[in-house]
């Protein structure tokens, strides 16, 4: 008699960024190679608002999408209501699952309370999975406290992954340091596209300038930033002042 699958649900709310989404990707991966080490089968299940799906598409992985808040707020949805479809799709995707684990990344009660006094089947474990950063929560709002720290008591496991940690404290007890979780869509990405960033690697200046579509002016300079998070302030603040400091640097130069 070949035994049932383990199955595996995995919860990752994102907003501008993908950075949840894709930890929660390179867990499954984990997941999958150490379940065929093992010799047993695991079927994953991602839940998700992020709307970055080039990153699963070549994934061995079911995917549920949900609303994001900024496509929705653009449809005219409220904030609640689009919190009302999410849990209601999140329990739905729980009930016919019947998940053996479910791993939540982040926010315990889900960044907007949506996972709050979530159900799930009788010997499912929980873990809640984050990237260990400096402990923001002192100054962060109240409700942004409120969702790091709510319900911690209901997960089997804390994963901390990455070396700048939160306070021992934080993480006494039932929790795990790990190295940084990085998902690398490189090896999944499609023949051409592979080929395209190759070539776009090795353009000369002037080749550089005809692909971006730019005329090519005599002293000009471009520099390209990318500043990362989800939409929060301190990552648009640190964006702004980045772009403040090149435009004074360009005057000067």
């Known amino acids: 008699m070949t035994a049932r699958a383990l199955r595996v649900v995995l919860i990752a709310n994102d907003g501008f960024s993908a950075g949840h989404v894709a930890r929660s990707l390179a867990i499954a991966r984990g997941l999958r190679a150490e379940a065929a080490r093992r010799g047993l089968a695991v079927k994953c299940v991602l839940a998700t608002t992020s709307q970055a799906t080039a990153l699963w598409k070549d994934e061995p992985v079911a995917v549920v999408t949900m609303p994001a ?3 929705a707020r653009e449809a005219g949805w409220a904030d609640a209501e689009r919190r009302r479809v999410v849990r209601g799709v999140v329990d739905g995707v729980i009930e016919r699952v019947a ?12 960044p907007h309370g949506e996972l709050r006094g979530l159900h799930v089947p009788a010997g499912c474990k ?35 992954a990455g070396e700048l940690g939160e306070p021992a404290a934080a993480v006494a007890g039932d929790g795990v340091r790990v190295p940084p979780i990085i998902f690398d869509a490189r090896p999944a990405a499609p ?4 080929r395209e960033l190759g070539a ?33 302030a301190p990552a648009v603040a640190r964006a702004e002042a980045i772009a403040r400091t090149l435009v004074r640097l360009d005057r000067a130069l």
């Open 69 to 71: 808040p900024v496509a």
């Open 99 to 110: 998940p053996d684990l479910v791993v939540v990344d982040t926010f315990p009660v889900g």
């Open 126 to 160: 929980r873990v809640l999975v984050r990237r260990a950063t400096e402990d923001r929560r002192a100054a962060a709002p109240i409700d942004l406290r409120d969702v790091l720290t709510a319900e911690l008591a209901r997960y089997d496991l804390r994963v901390h």
């Open 191 to 194: 023949a051409n596209l592979r």
């Open 200 to 232: 776009a690697r090795q353009l000369d200046h002037h080749a550089a300038w005809a692909r971006l579509g730019l005329p090519e002016l005599a002293d000009q300079r471009v520099m390209l930033v990318a500043a990362g998070g989800g939409g929060d």
